[in-house]
């Protein structure tokens, strides 16, 4: 029996990006997964992990290289390359420039191709103004065809107030339910 195929795509929010692979891994058997990485992801080194080690780790858990360029993302929908796609972590930059229509990194470019021949979008959002100038972006995704969000939670809501997370644990669940 075939794998549902799953494009997977991570954005710098680094302080979620092991629970994100934490979640990856417990599904990785479940689906054929096409690593995408934004280009902060692929290039920047944080107190949460070196570039080089989470493109390693990724790329482990889905056997196969990770799509880091614009060129690279274009042909996921067109060419059959992914049934779904879950973001996971999206940050609030990329969430902009989704609903704006913004196509200048790898991640947006797999979401416009998914569009492009209607293939459902699971954007497991991360920022600390999700209940700031985020918000409305958050609006405007929930009310487009074919974009579903995870679930938010307030992560730490004494010390960050406007900060929203998805809650990733619920990943499965959404890929089963929009796929």
Avoid at 44 to 55: C, Y
Avoid at 124 to 136: H, I, K, P, T, V
Avoid at 153 to 178: C, G, M, Q, R, W
């Amino acid at each position: 029996m075939n794998k549902k195929k799953l494009a997977f795509a991570m954005c710098g929010s680094f302080c979620n990006i092991q629970n994100a692979l934490i979640e990856l891994e417990k599904i990785k058997d479940n689906y054929d997964i096409l690593p995408i990485i934004s280009f902060n992801v692929a290039k920047i080194n944080t107190r949460f992990g070196k570039a080089k080690d989470i493109r390693k780790k990724l790329e482990k858990i889905c056997g196969k290289k990770a799509v880091d360029s614009i060129e690279g993302a274009e042909p996921i929908g067109p060419k059959n390359m992914a049934d779904i796609l879950a973001i996971c972590p999206c940050t609030g930059n990329t969430l902009a420039k989704i609903v704006n229509a913004i196509t200048d990194t790898p991640v947006t470019m797999a979401v416009k191709s998914m569009l492009r021949v209607e293939k459902n979008i699971i954007i497991c959002f991360a920022s600390n103004d999700g209940l700031g100038a985020s918000a409305q972006n958050l609006a405007k995704a929930r009310n487009t065809k074919n974009i579903y969000l995870a679930p938010l939670i307030k992560d730490d809501p004494i010390n960050k107030p406007n900060s929203l997370v998805a809650d990733f644990t619920k990943l499965p669940e959404l890929l089963k339910l929009y796929n």
